[in-house]
């Protein structure tokens, strides 16, 4: 998968929870939850990869 368009879509969806066009934590946090994105996507191809980038960036948030 592009890491540009993960990052893009990532950083989106931290704007609707709230936060500036920023990433709100650093590279190694960034390729923790892209690693997850991919995992996630490998696992279950037909899932929108919109719904895999909230969920993983709400699980994120959430712990």
Not at 3 to 16: A, D, P
Not at 30 to 56: C, G, M, Q, R
């Amino acid at each position: 998968m592009d890491k540009k368009l993960i990052r893009k879509m990532v950083q989106r969806c931290f704007v609707q929870y709230r936060h500036d066009d920023s990433l709100p934590f650093g590279e190694a946090e960034f390729e923790e939850i892209y690693e997850k994105i991919v995992e996630l996507k490998s696992d279950v191809p037909e899932t929108d990869l919109h719904d895999i980038i909230n969920d993983a960036v709400y699980e994120f948030l959430a712990t």
